[in-house]
């Protein structure tokens, strides 16, 4: 059966527009719209039979006739998209039921396979996302788009009284824009995140004798533990400058609160929810968030990064190199702390949940490789060490021994008690490849 005879009785189900009847054969002869096929047929069918052309000139049955207006709903998302900047699109059709089912009874009346071609839903995207991307400039990306355009096809109950196509008809999903970079934090006591009070749950408020409430004694009113946060020296910037909605932080880890952060800083992702704003300038932007922190945390590297950046700063394998003050019971020799530090070095120790996070860490034994140990003794009380461990290695416990939950550790080692004071994290650094993958980041403006 030839195909002039499928088209001839998908046309006889008429009134069929021509991209419905060409629709049915999208399959057939690249380089041409459903449209352009569907009146092609109409007029080889026409040749044919000589018989004279006409062109279906009525609404079609299948599709309402919303295979004619690509252009008003390419248009209607244009208009939804003003004020926000975007590179990439994506636009998807909820199909009305109706439609869906006038398609299988058009296949089934002409005897034509339920696949035949391809859908409804499938040309609309195509034909209104190729017109969306004439119109802004942008480029489709069918994996993560800057913004989604979702069409709610409904005909004539979504249109308004003049026939236009309703504000209602279109829904834009905005998706986040991120930024990657690696923070210093120059100041102790001060958490990488937010840190909720946990007596009045981040309410700031507790409940006063004889009723009624009264301000937190725990936090002192303020709903939080500590008052700065690397999150809030370095969000608000970014924020700021994206127009977005919200700003969340994603860090490749976090440092203890008392601990430094310093050296080649450990990498982070800042996410900004519906931003309005996405090309920004990263080399200010980096200035603006040091100037903002005002000393007690800074930025480098800033580049703007894919979604993907998220998951890879956390869950990329990563080392982490630390240095500490260290402080005995009593006193260690030059030569016992040489012995010790090189029993340590190269070895792998393991190590049950410390008792300082066993209150919110599941209670498991890690066996986690110290790669290498430097010190030296300040005097005999007191010493400087420098670690390099795989990530996850506790090493104020690799210090301390935590009461034997570590082994081995300095302490057990020296025979002496031991006790690190002072902490800084100097390196955080993919154990077999950079964070900053070209592949996860984009260029600035």
């Not at 935590?402 to 994290?425: F, Q």
């Not at 100097?426 to 077999?432: K, R």
Request: hydrophobic share 30%.
């Amino acid at each position: 059966m030839s195909i002039l005879e499928d088209a001839r009785r998908v046309a006889e189900n008429g009134p069929v527009c021509d991209a419905c009847l060409g629709r049915c054969f999208a399959d057939r002869s690249f380089g041409l719209t459903n449209d352009e096929r569907g009146r092609s047929l109409r007029i080889a069918a026409a040749l044919e039979d000589d018989d004279p052309y006409e062109p279906e000139d009525e609404e079609c049955w299948v599709c309402e006739g919303e295979s004619q207006r690509f252009d008003e709903w390419a248009e209607k998302v244009a208009e939804s998209l003003e004020g926000w900047n975007f590179e990439t699109y994506q636009v998807g059709t909820r199909t009305p039921p109706l439609v869906e089912e006038n398609e299988a009874l058009l296949r089934e009346s002409a005897d034509l396979p339920d696949d035949a071609g391809e859908s409804f839903k499938s040309e609309f995207n195509r034909e209104v996302g190729k017109r969306v991307g004439r119109l802004t400039g942008t480029e489709v990306d069918f994996e993560r788009p800057d913004v989604l355009a979702l069409l709610n096809v409904e005909g004539a109950p979504r249109a308004s009284e003049d026939g236009d196509i309703s504000d209602h008809a279109v829904e834009v999903q905005i998706n986040s824009a991120f930024v990657y970079g690696r923070y210093r934090k120059l100041e102790r006591d001060i958490p990488q995140t937010e840190w909720p009070c946990r007596e009045c749950g981040g309410s700031g408020k507790q409940l006063a004798e004889g009723g009624g409430e009264e301000p937190c004694d725990h936090c002192g009113g303020s709903g939080y533990l500590y008052e700065e946060s690397v999150e809030e020296l370095t969000t608000p910037p970014v924020l700021d400058a994206m127009d977005g909605d919200e700003a969340l932080f994603h860090g490749a880890g976090r440092e203890d609160v008392d601990a430094l952060m310093l050296d080649t800083g450990r990498p982070f992702v800042i996410e900004v929810k519906r931003p309005r704003e996405r090309d920004v300038d990263t080399d200010a932007l980096e200035d603006e968030i040091n100037e903002f922190a005002d000393g007690k945390a800074e930025v480098t590297d800033l580049a703007l990064a894919t979604h993907e950046m998220v998951e890879r700063v956390k869950e990329l394998d990563a080392s982490k190199t630390y240095r500490m003050d260290v402080t005995f019971d009593d006193d260690v020799t030059e030569q016992a702390l040489e012995e010790a530090i090189g029993e340590l070095r190269g070895t792998t120790v393991e190590q049950d949940t410390p008792q300082r996070v066993d209150h919110r860490r599941a209670s498991i034994t890690r066996t986690r490789t110290v790669y290498d140990v430097d010190g030296h003794l300040e005097d005999e009380r007191r010493a400087e060490l420098e670690v390099h461990g795989e990530g996850g290695l506790y090493v104020k416990e690799l210090v301390s021994g935590d009461e034997g939950r570590t082994t081995p550790s300095l302490a057990g080692l020296l025979g002496v008690g031991a006790e690190v004071t002072a902490l800084d994290v100097l390196a955080v650094e993919g154990e077999d490849e950079a964070f900053a993958d070209p592949e996860y980041l984009k260029e600035s403006v």
